[in-house]
């Protein structure tokens, strides 16, 4: 039997499994926007920022291999279609990544008015790299997306 039966799993998640996920999910981005806050404080541009970003997948795929991905995502393709709860869940786990994403465009002199867009251009292609260097089990898409997207990010800073 394992450590977590039946009984002290419904213990701690008396809503079952869907209550599971949400909390895995909102803790995934407290925790993704926590990394961005500290990556952001070291950051000195928009660049270097979606670079750390992209650093920390880099690094875990070839430490751990390609078995690791986003439960953002994950959880997305598979359940917030039937599921109310759980998709408000997901919508606040990306709110709280994007918002210190834009907070930190925001204090490298990104526009207000682009942060946000920018935030979401940031983190859709960081997702679909993620999905497709675990396909392909290479990290060639994550190096595209910080070289492809960097002097965008950069031109957005304000002159």
């Known amino acids: 039997m394992s450590a977590w039966s039946r009984g002290s799993l419904q213990h701690y998640f008396p809503g079952g499994k869907d209550q599971l996920v949400r909390e895995a999910v909102a803790w995934t981005g407290k925790f993704a926007g926590g990394r961005v806050k500290r990556y952001a404080a070291r950051a000195s541009t928009p660049a270097e920022l979606f670079a750390a970003m992209v650093g920390q997948w880099r690094d875990q795929f070839r430490d751990a291999g390609f078995t690791a991905g986003c439960p953002l995502v994950a959880t997305t393709a598979d359940v917030v279609s039937v599921n ?30 682009r942060s946000r867009s920018l935030a979401v251009v940031m ?9 497709l260097a675990r396909g392909q089990e290479d990290v060639g898409p994550l190096d595209a997306v910080v070289t492809e997207l960097g002097p965008l990010l950069d031109a957005a800073v304000r002159a």
């Open 84 to 113: 109310e709860k759980i998709r408000a869940a997901v919508r606040e786990g990306f709110e709280t990544w994007l918002g210190p994403v834009g907070e930190g465009l925001r204090g490298m002199g990104v526009p207000e008015e």
């Open 123 to 131: 983190i859709s292609a960081l997702e679909g790299a993620i999905v």
